[in-house]
């Protein structure tokens, strides 16, 4: 079933899915394509999930961008990634891909990260973060884990995003939103960035980064792989 994966990509079908977007968004332009690398749960057992990203489907992304573009169809090509690996090969060998969406949970001043966003400052490619919170669990175990399926808001999130806006190799944060009050914080990160981090704020995200390793699932290892970028 692997070996068939990749055998499954085509020009006609990638194609097929620009046009399925355009379509659901009635637009006639997607200001970005973003293919996304399907190597979730590598080193698991999740067959369906797994395909090695060659320089085949590289190929096949930059053709189908390429001719996207000349239709008026696509502005920018982007990828997202759970592998660092290959968004080094991305920024190395394709300078078609103008956004990289990685997860930026772990690039604080005092962690790992600084290679991958000094890369693409380099090839002047922007960096959108992606699971600010560490998939949640820099909160501990969610709600929705513990059976209550009821969204809650941690107060301490602006914190978090607060100290990952500071680092201006990052063009964007794209935190999730559930309730008005997750819009809150969010929007409370924003507009408090410039402001010096509190001793409360600096407590905050020791609390977070505590929370995370206590509370990382199996299914979430590989975001360990994000720490040295």
């Not at 992606?130 to 884990?145: N, T």
């Amino acid at each position: 079933m692997i070996d068939n994966l990749e055998d499954q990509l085509t020009p006609a079908k990638m194609m097929q899915s620009i046009e399925d977007r355009l379509r659901s968004y009635k637009t006639d332009m997607l200001d970005m394509w973003r293919p996304v690398a399907a190597t979730w749960g590598q080193d698991k057992d999740d067959v369906g999930r797994r395909l090695t990203i060659t320089r085949r489907i590289f190929g096949l992304a930059v053709e189908v961008f390429e001719r996207a573009k000349q239709q008026g169809k696509v502005r920018f090509l982007g990828t997202s990634e759970h592998e660092p690996k290959v968004f080094h090969q991305v920024l190395e060998e394709y300078p078609q891909f103008q956004v990289i969406i990685f997860p930026c949970f772990f690039l604080t001043k005092e962690s790992g990260g600084g290679t991958l966003l000094k890369l693409a400052k380099e090839k002047d490619v922007g960096m959108i973060g992606m699971k600010p919170f560490g998939a949640g669990m820099a909160f501990g175990l969610r709600p929705r884990q513990q059976g209550q399926g009821k969204p809650v808001t941690d107060r301490r999130a602006h914190a978090l995003l607060k100290q990952m806006l500071r680092e201006e190799r990052i063009s964007a944060i794209i935190p999730g939103v559930r309730i008005p009050e997750h819009l809150d914080e969010n929007v409370k990160a924003s507009h408090e960035r410039d402001l010096p981090k509190s001793a409360e704020e600096d407590q905050a995200v020791r609390e977070c980064t505590e929370s995370f390793y206590a509370h990382l699932t199996p299914q979430y290892q590989w975001l360990r792989k994000w720490e040295f970028a």
